[in-house]
């Protein structure tokens, strides 16, 4: 299978090419020339089959044998080895839990099976490769989670001191052995010129094999499809006649994920777009106007994207044709004062703890189902521990960290440096070659 760039103008590439480079040349993005659809007899036997299961037959035809079938069990059996469980919130509202991974966040999924399609070709290859990624804190900690151990693979995180969280600090920075933290002392603008420049630098990309983890590798975006199939199969036989599924969305990965599991032949009968106030795709849902811009600070900080990376393939994947999008999917947009009240009010009326992006997502559900019928499952995408002063202010009360998770006892290390680009060049060379 190749990959073709959503710009038209770089040549296809195989799934090897297309992970390893991250972006095509022409700064489209990576799309699969095709989407199967998935044979009837696998739909009727979805509720019988494991998460791994499903992600094997969800994924196996984007590989389409460039990793061995053996070998690609073994690495999504490895890459979904926790559980993503629907929770029912009330009657007709359900969560998808994709935080029960070691960040406590959806993006594990992709990272661990970027690490290790990744990691597969480089042992092949024989051939050391270093992944340099700039992060605001979730991404760096899924991602250093996701790669630590790998066999011929350095990581390089670049973090903005002191604009990250004490959790996400000490994820990205206690692991030690391939994953080496640089502390910078700017903004996460200057973590991502850093990396951007060290691509564009000729010295560094003819000595150094570098990649990106970025959230716009394919090796992200399609095993976030395979959730929407396991979760489809948790419901009843009624309930799959009709099912709505509700997205807090920042660079809209999610999003075009289960835009691809609906082409596969999943029957998803309306996705909804819900953001906080950084609104550019709901506003063109509405308007059919695209005007990105500058993001905003929100309590669902995950979504503060104001020019959504992952438009591209949405546009991509209805031929440019906004009718058609709207046919399948609305736009929601909601203000920090909303999604307050929304997890407090959830947790009064039902028990269930909302993170503050998926109370975003449950709005958007609540709004959609007052007036159309369905059941409704809205992606809880990170653990309201991980938002927990937001949260226990609405709740009252404490939100535990989960058990698996272990904390303390770990030295943080990392390497403090400012954002000058020589400063940096001189680093990787001296460390990696
Ligand atoms: C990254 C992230 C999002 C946004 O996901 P996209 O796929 O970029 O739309 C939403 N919620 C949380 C908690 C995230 O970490």
């Keep these: 299978?190749?990959?073709?760039?959503?710009?038209?103008?770089?040549?296809?590439?195989?799934?090897?090419?297309?992970?390893?480079?991250?972006?095509?040349?022409?700064?489209?993005?990576?799309?699969?020339?095709?989407?199967?659809?998935?044979?009837?007899?696998?739909?009727?036997?979805?509720?019988?089959?494991?998460?791994?299961?499903?992600?094997?037959?969800?994924?196996?035809?984007?590989?389409?044998?460039?990793?061995?079938?053996?070998?690609?069990?073994?690495i999504i059996t490895d890459t979904l080895s926790f559980d993503i469980p629907v929770k029912k919130i009330n009657e007709h509202i359900y969560a998808l839990e994709l935080f029960h991974g070691p960040t406590l966040a959806f993006k594990d999924v992709g990272a661990r099976f970027l690490a290790r399609a990744l990691g597969y070709f480089t042992?092949?290859?024989?051939?050391?490769?270093?992944?340099?990624?700039?992060?605001?804190?979730?991404?760096?900690?899924?991602?250093?989670?996701?790669?630590?151990?790998?066999?011929?693979i350095e990581v390089i995180i670049l973090y903005p001191t002191g604009k990250v969280s004490k959790f996400q600090e000490q994820q990205m920075t206690t692991l030690g052995g391939n994953i080496t933290a640089l502390e910078?002392?700017?903004?996460?603008?200057?973590?991502?010129?850093?990396?951007?420049?060290?691509?564009?630098?000729?010295?560094?990309?003819?000595?150094?094999?570098?990649?990106?983890?970025?959230?716009?590798?394919?090796?992200?975006?399609?095993?976030?499809?395979?959730?929407?199939?396991?979760?489809?199969?948790?419901?009843?036989?009624?309930?799959?006649?009709?099912?709505?599924?509700s997205i807090p969305s920042g660079n809209y990965g999610n999003l075009s994920a289960g835009l691809i599991a609906r082409r596969m032949g999943l029957p998803i009968k309306h996705f909804l777009a819900c953001s906080n106030a950084n609104d550019t795709v709901p506003m063109y849902l509405w308007n059919g106007k695209y005007d990105p811009k500058p993001s905003v600070s929100t309590i669902s900080n995950a979504m503060d994207v104001g020019n959504p990376s992952n438009f591209a393939r949405m546009l991509d994947l209805f031929k440019g044709s906004h009718l058609k999008m709207t046919e399948y999917i609305s736009g929601y947009s909601f203000s920090d004062d909303n999604t307050r009240n929304t997890i407090s009010k959830v947790y009064g009326l039902t028990g269930y703890v909302l993170d503050p992006h998926g109370a975003v997502g449950y709005m958007g559900l609540s709004d959609y189902l007052s007036?159309?019928?369905?059941?409704?499952?809205?992606?809880?995408?990170?653990?309201?521990?991980?938002?927990?002063?937001?949260?226990?202010?609405?709740?009252?009360?404490?939100?535990?960290?989960?058990?698996?998770?272990?904390?303390?006892?770990?030295?943080?290390?990392?390497i403090p440096c400012n954002s000058s680009f020589d400063d940096f060049k001189e680093f990787l060379i001296s460390k990696l070659s």
């Design 1 to 74: 299978m190749n990959y073709y760039s959503t710009k038209g103008t770089s040549a296809p590439v195989s799934f090897q090419q297309a992970i390893f480079k991250g972006l095509p040349g022409d700064n489209g993005l990576f799309m699969p020339e095709e989407i199967p659809v998935l044979p009837s007899s696998f739909f009727d036997n979805l509720s019988k089959l494991s998460l791994a299961e499903i992600g094997f037959e969800v994924i196996r035809p984007f590989v389409d044998g460039e990793i061995p079938d053996e070998k690609l069990k073994e």
């Design 123 to 152: 042992a092949r290859n024989n051939k050391k490769l270093t992944v340099l990624v700039a992060t605001s804190g979730d991404t760096g900690s899924a991602v250093a989670n996701g790669f630590h151990n790998v066999p011929g």
């Design 184 to 245: 910078v002392d700017g903004t996460f603008d200057d973590c991502q010129k850093l990396v951007k420049d060290a691509f564009l630098d000729d010295e560094l990309s003819n000595s150094l094999n570098l990649t990106s983890a970025n959230s716009i590798n394919v090796a992200r975006l399609l095993p976030q499809s395979v959730y929407y199939f396991y979760a489809w199969a948790q419901l009843s036989d009624e309930e799959k006649q009709n099912v709505i599924f």
């Design 371 to 414: 007036s159309n019928s369905g059941t409704g499952i809205v992606l809880e995408t990170a653990h309201p521990v991980k938002f927990n002063e937001t949260v226990e202010e609405q709740i009252g009360s404490e939100v535990e960290m989960p058990t698996h998770i272990r904390l303390s006892g770990l030295e943080k290390k990392s």
